[in-house]
């Protein structure tokens, strides 16, 4: 009875101690051939079952974009593409998934455009998707980014559109019709009309941007209009001067004034958003019609386009290149000459004109002709003393 027990304390609960030792044994080879199967599997399939799929890899990146001050935009950018190939693996999207993401894009109305997206921004949801992609890569996601031979499709990018000042003061005059239309007619209380011809004059005869132009402060605006755009408020984050000039001044000083907000273009005690700025500007553009006048291609006239609109009028009006490129806080003349849009004959015609008040004001009597010298030549000629 005593040998029966001493033996079985050598047993595991399942068996024999050998039992045991061959089950040990039996996992340790079943490991390896796990990982030598998942090892043949990633060297024969790139799309492994335990390979990421898109919406996982936008996940985790998504968790890193969401720090960003634009990653509204960026997600705006990326969940179309994301919610159609969630599913698929990400290894998976190549070129041709691409081409004919697309193609379908190409065929879609957007609601309220009544058209489909510009080549310039499907183009930018293929850019957001490298960027994610690289990511996935740095991260040992995946072992390359499938996306990365896919190519753009050409386009213009950059916008031509130019008010002349005309219909700058065109759309500023308009702006007394720009109401509430939720209320009824004669209940509007003008804010909308003030601040557009403020916000206007700011864009166009001070070339801010529309983000330095919303970030305009009373107690910063000096008695000669002179303001410091901070470098943080930049977007090249340099600082620099502005003046706002007289007109933009008493636009300025119709606006009501917020005590509980330093801003100008401030309502209820905070600073008017961005997309609200923008709907107000989108519909001044409806009410004065000047959205015939962006350049083909433009389709719409844009904020930032009264930027370009007074760096037009300041280089027809001969402003310097380099006075142009410091007010619009460009570190580079290359920048500056994108906001110049001057058409070539204007151009021309000013060059001549110029050089013609250069050269024909500094005429005047012609000199008498040289008299020779009175002294003959050294040597008497031929016949002579």
């Not at 601040?195 to 000096?222: F, T, W």
């Amino acid at each position: 009875m005593g040998e029966a027990t001493e033996g079985a304390a050598g047993l595991d609960p399942d068996g024999c101690v050998s039992c045991a030792r061959l089950r040990a044994q039996l996992d340790k080879v079943t490991a390896i051939a796990r990982d030598q199967a998942k090892a043949l599997a990633e060297l024969t399939d790139e799309a492994p079952p335990w390979a990421p799929s898109v919406a996982i890899i936008y996940w985790k990146w998504f968790d890193i974009i969401r720090a960003r001050d634009n990653w509204q935009k960026i997600w705006l950018t990326v969940i179309r593409f994301v919610n159609e190939f969630g599913d698929l693996p990400a290894i998976k999207v190549t070129p041709s998934v691409w081409n004919v993401y697309r193609g379908r894009r190409k065929q879609e109305i957007i609601p309220h455009l009544g058209r489909p997206p510009k080549d310039s921004y499907i183009n930018r949801e293929l850019e957001r998707l490298k960027e994610m992609f690289d990511w996935s890569v740095e991260e040992k996601m995946l072992k390359y980014n499938p996306l990365r031979p896919a190519k753009s499709v050409p386009t213009v990018t950059r916008r031509e559109t130019a008010l002349p000042p005309a219909d700058v003061e065109r759309l500023i005059a308009a702006a007394d019709d720009v109401v509430d239309r939720r209320l009824a007619d004669g209940d509007d209380d003008g804010l909308r009309a003030v601040v557009l011809k403020a916000y206007v004059l700011c864009l166009h005869r001070s070339m801010l941007r529309p983000g330095e132009a919303r970030n305009v402060q009373r107690d910063r605006i000096g008695p000669d209009g002179k303001i410091e755009v901070w470098s943080r408020e930049s977007k090249n984050k340099k600082r620099r001067t502005v003046f706002l000039t007289p007109a933009t001044l008493e636009a300025i000083a119709a606006v009501p004034v917020d005590p509980r907000s330093p801003f100008v273009f401030a309502r209820a005690g905070k600073q008017l958003g961005k997309r609200l700025l923008n709907y107000w500007f989108r519909t001044l553009c409806q009410v004065a019609g000047v959205d015939s006048l962006a350049a083909p291609g433009d389709d719409t006239v844009h904020a930032h386009d009264l930027r370009a609109s007074g760096a037009t009028t300041a280089d027809e009006n001969g402003a310097r290149a380099t006075a142009i490129r410091d007010a619009m806080g460009h570190s580079r003349l290359a920048s500056t000459e994108v906001y110049l849009r001057s058409s070539k004959v204007e151009s021309a015609l000013s060059v001549s004109r110029v050089i013609v008040a250069a050269t024909e004001s500094r005429k005047g009597p012609r000199r008498a002709p040289r008299k020779k010298s009175s002294r003959g030549n050294h040597f008497p000629l031929e016949g002579q003393g």
